[in-house]
């Protein structure tokens, strides 16, 4: 295998590595929002005048509704920004990963002229 052909193998395997991360961010990212939207929704549903506890750390703290509702608005914010950050890195990635393989797939099925003594198709005795 020519060695420009083992750098694209190699760069198509960090490229997989870094879709496979971004991916698995953007999963967790998703859920964190989904699980924050939840919680805004059941918020709505509160009186302002109700008790609230807010978690910091291992330790529960007493939050008024209005800090509450805004700080879990700000997160649900935050988050689909997040979410569509790595969204997009993904398809960055995936765009790359698609043309890396292109090229290797073209280097591989003879892309020129004879790839010297050794290389693919060479006969033996």
Known sequence: MPPEAQEKIEELQELQ????????????????????????????????????????GNVLVEADYESAYDDLEEEVDNLEVRVEQLKKQEERVQDQFDELQEELQQMLQGGGGPMGPGGPGAGGA
Do not use: C, G
């Open 17 to 56: 590595e870094t879709a496979q991360n971004a991916a698995e961010q953007k999963e967790q990212a998703q859920a964190q929002l989904n699980e924050s939207k939840t919680a805004l929704e059941a918020l709505e549903d509160v009186d302002e005048d109700a008790n609230m506890f807010r978690e910091v």
